[in-house]
């Protein structure tokens, strides 16, 4: 019955080699976001789509992109993963509306490491 | 900008102790939203609780209760009667209001650790 579903639950990639984390919903909610959250810290807001509408946070590095080919999936793309890149990598969803909005759902995540 | 402080990083109780956990946030909006988060050792943040920055009544539900103080600008979250069960991270949390979506500012979070 998991609503956000993360896959892979660990992933190992190699230093500088592109690397994709994806994420799907069953929840149809509009808004999805992807989080990073380091070993013993804070969970911290990488970018998140409005529908269609791409948003970025300013200080998110160039090297990670997303894609959101329809409502269910997200995907996170790190193009040339640094060892500082390892992390658990968490997707989320939310309705978000004019009048009312949910609070985020969140997967499992998914613990990348970097050698 | 926005900012959530948990000052505890780690606390131990003995089962069926209760324990509050501690949380202040600072903001510039005149709207928002707080959060508690509880985020086990399999990785996901379950969801606990939204508060309104208009609703300051205070709420139960179960062993949980949370006591929200916009003067003080404190949401603490107290669990009675802790259990073993209860071990994991909380994280408070913040978001602007009326944006659509939820830009979530977490605190530090609390490791709540809780022995037989």
């Known amino acids: 019955d998991a609503m956000v579903i993360q896959n892979p639950r660990y992933q190992v990639t190699q230093f500088g080699k592109p690397v994709t984390l994806s994420c799907s919903q069953t929840l149809n909610h509009n808004v999805m976001y992807w989080y990073q959250q380091k070993s013993s810290q804070a969970p911290k807001l990488l970018f998140h789509y409005y529908d269609k509408d791409f948003n970025n946070e300013a200080d998110t590095p160039d090297n990670f992109q997303s894609r959101r080919p329809n409502t269910s999936f997200c995907f996170l793309d790190i193009r040339s993963p640094g060892l500082g890149d390892a992390a658990m990598y968490l997707c989320a969803t939310s309705y978000g509306g004019r009048a009312t909005n949910t609070e985020a759902f969140f997967g499992q995540g998914t613990r990348l490491t970097v050698v | 900008a926005q900012k959530v402080t948990q000052a505890q990083t780690e606390i131990s109780v003995v089962e069926k102790e209760d324990v509050t956990l501690d949380c202040v946030y600072e903001t510039r909006d005149t709207t928002y939203y707080l959060f508690w988060y509880k985020q086990p050792p399999s990785g996901e943040l379950v969801f606990l609780i939204r508060r309104n920055s208009f609703d300051e009544q205070n709420e139960i539900s179960g062993r949980y209760s949370w006591n929200f103080q916009k003067s003080t600008s404190s949401f603490n979250f107290t669990i009675t009667a802790s259990q073993v069960v209860d071990s994991a991270v909380y994280f408070c949390?913040?978001?602007?209001?009326?944006?659509?979506?939820?830009?979530?500012?977490f605190g530090t979070g609390t490791r709540l650790l809780v022995s037989p």
């Open positions: 949390a913040l978001s602007e209001m009326n944006t659509g979506f939820q830009k979530l500012v």
